[in-house]
């Protein structure tokens, strides 16, 4: 077990503090640092972009920043945004996918600020490889997206993984990520940090599914899941399948309300998200902000 997790009480603290963990946490503020650009699987519904400025989804950044970039961002943040206290990495690709720069951008930010609190994103293909690090350096908080437990709707889902330089598809990436994304939680599990999982409902495709993700991944002492619908997005797989309604997406968080907890204040965000989760700013927002205030 890592020794810098035993607190509990900071664990349960940092938790109520953080705005999508904790859902009385509405007037904290979080920032996604964009740094990890790739991605080593291929989701149906996903298309990534870098310069998009007026969409507002997961997997878009106005721009991607080295780690050293997203250090001077963070110090400035700190000193107009009084209220920050979780750095997350979540994308515009996959963190793990990009760990060199996701291990140096949590490095630098943790010398210069023991308190805040680290949250990473991930689709769980290299999570049994980089938990253990990942919690050494401070990361308390993770999101693991597992969309199915069934290798033939994996399959439907994931159009293919990089796994080790090696490209798989179909039933054999399924099969693949699926068992690695089991494997990290359960090591994350065992080093008792807090985990959600996210799960993109697709109609047609997993929505029927999504109760036996949750009642398969419950044993693995998740905090809670946050059951999202898909947004269709031009160019993707998936960019023609119709989203379930918002009658439809409560019912399943419903249904799944009896095994584990569910995340309902979910906004989707960007992947350089920076704010409350009801006010994202961009970066001069908050600076104007906050020079017309002082
Ligand atoms: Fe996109 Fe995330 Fe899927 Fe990678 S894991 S393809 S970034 S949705
Ligand atoms: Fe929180 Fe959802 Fe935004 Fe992630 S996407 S920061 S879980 S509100």
Excluded: W
């Amino acid at each position: 077990k890592i020794a810098v997790l035993n607190d509990e009480i900071h664990l349960e603290e940092r938790t109520r503090e953080h705005p999508c963990f904790g859902p009385g946490a509405c007037r904290n503020a979080r920032v996604h640092l964009p740094i990890a650009p790739r991605c080593n699987i291929q989701c149906n519904y996903c298309v990534r972009k870098f310069d998009c400025c007026n969409e507002s989804r997961p997997g878009v950044t106005s721009k991607v920043l080295s780690a050293n970039e997203a250090f001077e961002q963070y110090i400035e943040l700190k000193k107009h945004l009084k209220n920050l206290k979780v750095v997350g990495i979540a994308g515009p690709g996959d963190a793990l996918a990009n760990f060199e720069e996701t291990k140096k951008t949590l490095k630098l930010i943790r010398m210069y600020d023991p308190e805040v609190t680290f949250c990473i994103s991930t689709n769980g293909l290299m999570l049994p490889f980089y938990a253990r690090e990942l919690v050494e350096l401070g990361v308390t908080h993770f999101t693991v997206t597992v969309n199915a437990v069934d290798v033939e709707i994996g399959a439907k889902i994931y159009k293919h993984i990089n796994y080790f330089g090696k490209l798989y598809s179909g039933r054999e990436a399924a099969t693949i990520l699926m068992a690695n994304q089991l494997a990290g939680l359960k090591l994350l599990k065992e080093y008792e940090v807090v985990t959600k999982i996210n799960c993109v409902a697709l109609k047609g495709i997993n929505d029927h599914h999504i109760p036996d993700v949750i009642k398969k991944v419950k044993d693995l002492g998740i905090y809670m899941s946050n059951i999202m619908p898909h947004i269709p997005v031009v160019g993707s797989v998936f960019e023609y399948l119709d989203t379930l309604k918002s009658e439809d997406i409560d019912e399943l968080r419903n249904v799944c309300e009896i095994d584990l907890k569910q995340m309902r204040h979910c906004r989707q965000c960007r992947a350089d998200a920076v704010g409350t989760l009801d006010n994202d700013l961009s970066l001069s927002e908050i600076y104007r902000q906050c020079s017309t205030k002082c």
